[in-house]
């Protein structure tokens, strides 16, 4: 999957929690179109009860228990107003009958409690919602920085592993010492260009800085293509041993025992303008067991 990809899902990612978040907030701002529940302050309460009592005296039915709806019942004992004792004297008979029922009072409306909660309950979610979504967004651009990979400087990408004069002059000699590259994990052997045809690494952009009599180069990747051990250099034999189960290899990478099913893999090489050899540790290939030997090994003793 390439970086643009990666990149263009975490921000779709990122967008769909945002507009999740948005949505979840606006979805819940709606008043309860029930009876008036969760915690109310004692203030809103009390005017709750007193605008009950005010109804119930403007003509209400006297011989109702009107209760305030609430959920939790120890909080607020004033809430309930009972109005209806048993020797509640009969009203005279020539009292002028009660007047109808207010219209204003007929009608569904939200009382200053519920507006109250409904508009603290908004704000509390939008807040809510808006460091939920900060905290999630971060969160995932935190795991797509982690996931984004280097474009400079690691592994992965190509990796400048000196001038060509330097690194044939530390590694040619009488016999060879292949230089380490840390930051590549490769290791740095010479190969002659005139033995590619017929060798396991022929057509492969294995090969830099060779012809024109001097020696080209060749970057191995330290792992062990058996179960992935950092495999050393012997110089005495003059080849890779890996200590874990013996898999052996010559300078060239090439297989020549153990339970290792190919040759070592490596790395694509060139030679950048100003004559630095440029290992791509993005391109690695692998290579089959190699049938033509362009090295002899061992030309002395193991190392394991
Ligand atoms: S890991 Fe190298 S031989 Fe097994």
């Not at 907030?25 to 109310?40: C, K």
């Not at 530390?170 to 045809?197: C, H, M, N, R, Y």
């Not at 058996?226 to 200590?243: I, K, W």
């Not at 060239?252 to 303008?273: I, K, M, T």
Request: hydrophobic share 40%; with cysteine; proline share 9%.
């Amino acid at each position: 999957m390439s970086p643009t990809t990666i990149f263009v899902i975490g921000i779709i990612a990122a967008a769909v929690l945002a507009s999740a978040g948005v949505f979840v907030v606006a979805a819940r701002r709606e008043p309860s179109a029930g009876p008036i529940t969760g915690d109310l302050e004692e203030a809103a309460r009390r005017g709750e009860a007193e605008a009950r009592r005010a109804a119930e005296a403007g003509g209400g039915d006297t011989g109702t228990v009107a209760t305030l709806v609430r959920e939790d019942e120890d909080t607020a004992p004033d809430a309930e107003v009972v109005a209806a004792p048993d020797d509640l004297a009969p009203a005279p008979a020539d009292a002028a009958p009660p007047p109808g029922p207010d219209p204003l009072l007929e009608r569904e409306e939200i009382s200053r409690a519920e507006y109250a909660a409904t508009r603290r309950k908004f704000l509390n979610r939008a807040v809510l919602g808006l460091f939920g979504g900060a905290f999630l967004g971060g969160q995932a651009l935190a795991y797509l920085a982690f996931l984004w990979p280097k474009l400079r400087g690691g592994f992965g990408t190509p990796i400048n592993a000196g001038t060509l004069v330097d690194i044939r002059r530390e590694i040619s000699g009488e016999v060879i010492v292949p230089k380490f590259v840390a930051a590549a994990q490769a290791w740095i052997v010479p190969f002659d260009p005139t033995q590619l045809p017929g060798s396991s690494f022929e057509g492969l952009p294995v090969v830099a800085g060779g012809g024109g009599g001097e020696v080209g180069l060749m970057a191995l990747w330290q792992r062990c293509v058996h179960l992935g051990c950092r495999v050393p250099e012997c110089v005495p034999s003059q080849g890779f041993e890996c200590p874990c189960h013996g898999s052996r290899y010559n300078f060239h990478g090439e297989y020549e025992a153990g339970p290792a099913p190919r040759n070592l893999d490596r790395f694509e090489v060139d030679v950048s303008e100003t004559g630095d050899l440029i290992v791509n540790t993005g391109a690695i290939f692998q290579t089959a067991r190699a049938k033509k030997k362009t090295i002899p090994y061992p030309q002395g003793p193991s190392c394991i």
